[in-house]
């Protein structure tokens, strides 16, 4: 039987579905067929609003973005220092991976998104700006080729933590080579993309 939805809820409830099932059984679970089921509705609901399965996922990793970074802003917030403002926004950014797993996956998974979306789109542009503001030193006149190298470099130290950590390896590796804990590597990177933020922004020399 289908859910009686008033106009307009029909589609926040397919992609509240879409997320669920990413959830629980991986981007790889999902398919228009899994979310008609999942939200009580007809399979030819989810074509009508989204037309197929890639803008459908689009749209949530849209969503996605969105949220991510609304969160990414939120731990910078917290903090006056530039460099302890990167440090937290990095723990925002695992922080999101770690709560929305396949949320975060699906975000990164461009083979499955459409990005000429406008939507997606303005929501990737989004989340790298904050990363470029917060991750690439605090000096109005660093060289933008700089700054843009020390966002990508910030980027690329805490998503790969982020990946590691979602995927469930980091840990068993790291109690196998007799490493630290993955919270305290955690912090270690978090504070190493602090000192590289003080280093490109010119406060140590």
């Not at 990005?115 to 989004?126: D, I």
């Amino acid at each position: 039987m289908t859910k009686p939805y008033h106009h307009g809820a029909l589609r926040e409830a397919l992609l509240a579905a879409a997320e669920r099932i990413i959830e629980s059984a991986g981007v790889d679970g999902l398919s228009l067929r899994a979310i008609a089921r999942d939200s009580g509705v007809s399979q030819a609901a989810p074509t009508h609003h989204f037309d197929n399965l890639t803008g459908l996922l689009s749209e949530l990793a849209a969503r996605g973005f969105e949220r991510f970074s609304a969160r990414l802003e939120a731990g910078a917030a917290g903090a006056d220092d530039p460099g302890k403002r990167v440090s937290e926004m990095c723990r925002a950014y695992v922080g999101f991976a770690r709560d929305s797993p396949g949320l975060f996956e699906l975000m990164f998974r461009s083979a499955l998104l459409d990005w000429s979306r406008p939507a997606l789109a303005a929501a990737g542009t989004r989340a790298f700006t904050v990363l470029l503001e917060h991750g690439a030193g605090s000096m109005p006149d660093l060289p933008q080729t700089n700054r843009v190298s020390a966002a990508m470099t910030t980027w690329s130290l805490v998503h790969g933590l982020s990946m590691l950590i979602i995927d469930g390896r980091l840990g068993p590796m790291l109690k196998k080579f007799s490493g630290p804990d993955v919270e305290t590597l955690s912090e270690t990177i978090f504070a190493v993309a602090g000192f590289q933020n003080a280093i490109d922004s010119g406060e140590i020399a």
